[in-house]
């Protein structure tokens, strides 16, 4: 059987050293908070909401990647797969909020909603208040009827884009961010595929692994199980149905405005990543959907996992102003 | 049982713990992501780290379950650290004050931390989660507490490994586990095997004295 091979130190490090990298790749812009494994931005202005993330390790850029101008302000960074601990969320929101209120926005898991409740929570008790969103767009995961239990995945992105654009540049206030990056988060729409499985750092195995003829549709990035497995196809036949099934989700019509986001999951090549968008861009073409942006390359990833995905977010004239504004964080720049 | 009793027992109770991690990890990766084993590691080697501690002296033994708890919610993170940190939290909140751990006091933390657990994450006995070994636990140790603490924690540590063993008959419908739907079918919830390790080795510690 084939075994994880990864270029790491001590494997209970990483989260810590993963924080380390970030502080450096920032250059000056990020400031850390390293009791707690926590950073936010510099950019950080006194008029604005602050926009605070986390979530488990293992899915770089998402999340701390995101934080800048224009992108979200602090981030909590969980044990790899595993949601921060609410003393992280906590120190995190003290050391940047300033009297605004704060926004919760993470992906849809239980951990990650505990341990925010639980910060919610005490943090109350000291009159900061926090609103939540958790971003559900992952349509494998729960069928529409039970929208607020899908997964929240790549398309966390265009959410911290919207929030982030709202909050600091066009100073929403709480209640109005909270509607808006609701409404974002209502109108994105997320399937993956994997190819093969991914391995924790403490692991000596993989999480799973599909056979050299097998796919799995609709993957879950912590490697949870999706739709169906099935033998290998051609990337086409792969986009064409995958596409079919977001817009069926959502529905998108004609001449809907998208923007959209060709996600790898951690091992595919460019080639075949780019082989993908040219059939996402025919699909929505022959569907006569307008594409706004699009985005593609490593957004939220799986550690190694082979595979992608592919988000959709519906534009009206409020969204597509907001994600029209620029962003300058590490892991995406407009 | 007094407080320094309590202590080594929960010391015994966390090393086992850690050398539980393979035996976790393992069934978590069936029906989970493969952390949970990894998580309640990372939890009770600091619990040991934390009872090795002169410094750290509770005043009672529901403040010493408090603390315990206070300690799995910060070191562990993600859904287990939140719910064991509540079951140990809440349980522990109701008792405090106590100095005698005795099969009455034991049924009030099960009952009220279970109630703890409830809140935070909802989860009912059936739903393929830790609450169907607690639950089992809670409602044996309700029938036991005329009986000393000794005679009690066997037969509570047994309702939890068999409310355990029920969940390979479940659906999951909670966490990442329940994507899998039938798929987990078979398989224990590794968030029960836990629960019913933690009275499994406490019980294990109090028979080798």
Known sequence: MRKPKKLLNDPNNVRQEVMQGLVYAYNGKLTAIPDYCAVYGNHISNEQVVVISGGGSGHEPTFAGFIGEGGIDGCALGEVFTSPSPDQIIELTKATENGNGVLFLYGNYSGDGMNFDISAEILAEENIVTKTIRATDDIASAPLSKLSDRRGVAGIMFLYKIAGAASQFEKYNLENLYQVVAKANANVRTIGVALDGCALPQSNNFNFELDENEIEIGIGIHGEAGLRRQAMTSSDEVVKEMIHHLCDDLPFQTDDRVCVLINNLGALSNTELLVITRKVGIELNNRGIIIHDIAVGHFCTSLEMSGFSITLMKLDDELQHLYDLPCQTLGWRK | ?209
């Open chain 2, 1 to 209: 049982m007094n407080l320094l009793q309590l202590r080594k027992m929960m010391l015994f109770t966390a090393q086992r713990m850690v050398e539980s991690e393979p035996e976790l990890t393992a069934l978590d990766q069936i029906v989970g992501d493969g952390d949970h084993g990894i998580g309640m590691k990372r939890g009770f080697a600091s619990i040991i780290e934390l009872l090795q501690d002169e410094k750290f002296q509770p005043t009672d033994i529901g403040d010493f379950f408090i603390k315990i708890g206070t300690k799995l919610m910060t070191s562990m993170g993600g859904a287990s650290g939140a719910i064991f940190g509540t079951l140990f939290r809440t349980g522990g909140k109701s008792i405090v004050n106590t100095m005698e751990l005795n099969a009455e006091v034991f049924a009030k933390f099960l009952n009220d931390g279970w109630q703890g657990v409830y809140q935070r994450g909802n989860a009912e006995p059936g739903d393929k989660t830790m609450v169907d070994a607690l639950s089992a636990a809670s409602k044996s140790a309700n029938e036991l507490t005329n009986l000393t603490l000794n005679e009690a924690l066997p037969i509570i540590a047994k309702s939890a490994m068999e409310g355990a063993e029920k969940t390979k008959q479940m659906v999951a419908v909670f966490g990442r586990a329940k994507n899998l739907g039938d798929r987990t079918i078979g398989h224990m919830d590794p968030g029960a095997v836990s629960m019913a390790f933690i009275l499994k080795y406490m019980n294990d510690y109090i028979h080798m004295q």
